[in-house]
């Protein structure tokens, strides 16, 4: 059983930065492939950055591709979502997620665990 814990939320301007950070206890962290979703209010949770076991394989949502950076460290057991550029659309509550697949995944039901989310809101 992994749990996961995501902080780093809060409210910026358009154009600024945030980096969220996702804890993870139990399990081998190395193991799992760890996702990032987001779910805007009124909206279904979608997909925003994948990244394999190792950390050499990252996978984007295109709306993020350049701006969104995700990282992972095994060592410290902490995947990351650095997010520069934001625009009021990114708003959501971001979610971290872990897989046990071999390779990253953009479906939300592919994924086992789950965080509580942090909320991101970006104002113009």
């Known amino acids: 059983q992994v749990q996961l814990v995501e902080s780093g939320g809060g409210l910026v301007q358009a154009g600024g930065s945030l980096r969220l950070s996702c804890a993870a206890s139990?399990?081998?962290?190395?193991?799992?492939?760890m996702g990032w979703f987001r779910q805007a209010p009124g909206k279904e949770r979608e997909f925003v950055a994948a990244?394999?076991?190792?950390?050499?394989?990252?996978y984007y949502e295109e709306s993020v591709q350049g701006r969104f950076t995700i990282s992972r460290d095994n060592a410290k057991r902490t995947t990351y979502l650095q997010m520069n550029s934001l625009k009021p659309e990114d708003t959501a509550v971001y979610y971290c997620?872990?897989?046990?697949?071999?390779?990253?995944?953009?479906?939300?039901?592919?994924?086992?665990?789950w965080g509580q989310g942090t909320q991101v809101t970006v104002s113009s």
């Open positions: 139990g399990g081998t962290f190395s193991n799992y492939v």
């Open positions: 997620a872990a897989d046990r697949a071999l390779r990253p995944g953009v479906v939300v039901r592919e994924y086992d665990y």
């Open positions: 990244i394999s076991r190792s950390g050499i394989s990252p």
